[in-house]
């Protein structure tokens, strides 16, 4: 029994040894403690040279000298109630349904982006060498336009019916009607790359010629070509994939229409 009694002592001296020490405190305000996993997570927030600084013996000393002033102004502040003024409340709760709205539009984007990766190793999004070499082979080229886009159909044939008789004022009447955004009051382009109804006509039309007016998702439009580029296969070969894959997504995206029963309204009722 005695023999027993040892043997189950030395069990329990040998384990309180073996078990892991509680992390040495880096710095203690009332019963708050620093520790080096405090320590350790400022560091992740420091660029490089002060991360490395940071780390030497007087480095830290003074890591640890600002989180505990910053603990220490924190601790004064809750002493005081500071953290259960209204001022405090309504803004803590804004910024917490903000960072809300953020995690959700970051999950959305996470999934959005898994999802395409799951279209693309199922091979549904995949476009051959062959598939680009038939596209170039159709559509060798690139054009470009320079265009007036306007919200409402009467403005665009007054602007056409000038611009038909004085191609000269295009300059002056797009400064005073032009909608469009910069980067589309002049645009290149290969067939697949912007508006159906655009590359028909301007694949159609003579450089230096006023066409109008056409209807589209962005506005109004009245184009002119301002000239044409034939491409080589290297030059073509990454924006006919880009166009190919794009294709295939729209499709893919029209049986889910299908399948999901999408009915989008009529915002002019």
Same mark, same amino acid.
């Given at each position: 029994m005695q023999k027993l009694y040892v043997m189950c002592a030395l069990f329990l001296f040998v384990s309180a040894c073996q078990k892991p020490q509680a992390e040495e405190p880096s710095a203690r305000i009332g019963m708050t403690v620093i520790t080096q996993e405090d320590v350790n997570d400022r560091l992740r927030f420091l660029d490089e040279t002060d991360r490395?600084?940071?780390? #030497? /013996?007087?480095?830290?000393?003074? !890591?640890?000298?600002?989180?505990?002033? =910053?603990? !220490?102004?924190?601790?004064?502040? $809750? =002493?005081?109630?500071?953290? $259960?003024?209204? %001022?405090?409340?309504?803004?803590?709760?804004?910024? $917490?349904?903000?960072?809300? =709205?953020?995690?959700? =539009?970051?999950? %959305?984007? !996470?999934?959005? $982006?898994?999802?395409?990766?799951?279209?693309?190793?199922?091979?549904?999004?995949?476009?051959?060498?062959?598939?680009?070499? #038939?596209?170039?082979?159709?559509? /060798?080229?690139e054009m470009t336009i320079k265009q007036i886009i306007t919200d409402n159909a009467q403005t665009a044939d007054q602007i056409l019916r000038r611009l038909k008789g004085s191609p000269s004022e295009w300059k002056s009447m797009a400064a005073q009607y032009s909608i469009a955004p910069d980067q589309l009051q002049n645009i290149t382009f290969m067939p697949g790359e912007y508006l159906p109804e655009l590359e028909v006509v301007a694949a159609n039309s003579p450089t230096g010629k006023v066409e109008g007016f056409f209807k589209t998702p962005q506005g109004f439009h009245i184009i002119m070509k301002t000239g044409e580029r034939r491409l080589t296969l290297k030059e073509a070969e990454p924006r006919i994939r880009q166009v190919l894959e794009q294709q295939k997504l729209d499709r893919l995206l029209d049986t889910l229409k299908t399948k999901y029963e999408v009915i989008i309204y009529d915002q002019n009722q």
């Open positions: 490395k600084f940071a780390k #030497t /013996p007087i480095g830290k000393e003074n !890591l640890i000298q600002i989180i505990t002033r =910053e603990k !220490l102004i924190l601790a004064d502040a $809750r =002493e005081n109630g500071l953290d $259960r003024q209204k %001022d405090f409340l309504q803004a803590a709760q804004q910024k $917490r349904a903000y960072l809300d =709205e953020l995690y959700a =539009e970051f999950e %959305d984007d !996470l999934l959005a $982006r898994l999802w395409y990766e799951h279209q693309q190793q199922k091979g549904i999004l995949s476009v051959s060498d062959s598939e680009i070499k #038939t596209y170039f082979d159709k559509y /060798p080229y």
